[in-house]
């Protein structure tokens, strides 16, 4: 059975800065991109940032370069979002997605297996 857990979530001060880790279990981790998505209080989903499945490349929506940066441990199965220089629009649940399919690069930008969720409040 796939699993993945999201964990890191929390209240923090604008300016302030979290890491988010996602346990991933059930299937064979480092075959496939994976990738973070949120979603924020009244509004639909945002795709953040996508990670390889060797590490080698990442993407990121644009407003979150220089600020968010996404890694993999393929070791442990897990993967994190270090989140820097929070801003209050960062405010949403967090989710850690797997790509649906064995592709190399950057995935298909499809999902078939979501996490529960963690969340997260930037206070102003």
């Known amino acids: 059975e796939v699993q993945l857990v999201e964990s890191g979530g929390g209240l923090v001060q604008s300016g302030g800065s979290l890491r988010l880790s996602c346990a991933a279990s059930?299937?064979?981790?480092?075959?496939?991109?994976m990738s973070w998505v949120r979603q924020a209080p009244g509004k639909g989903l945002e795709w953040v940032a996508v990670m390889s499945r060797n590490g080698g490349s990442a993407g990121y929506t644009e407003s979150m370069k220089g600020r968010f940066t996404i890694s993999r441990d393929n070791a442990k199965n897990t993967l994190y979002l270090q989140m820097n220089s929070l801003k209050s629009e960062d405010t949403a649940v967090y989710y850690c997605?797997?790509?649906?399919?064995?592709?190399?690069?950057?995935?298909?930008?499809?999902?078939?297996?979501w996490g529960q969720g963690t969340q997260v409040i930037v206070s102003s």
């Open positions: 059930g299937f064979t981790f480092n075959d496939y991109a």
């Open positions: 997605a797997k790509d649906v399919g064995l592709v190399y690069g950057l995935g298909s930008g499809s999902y078939d297996y």
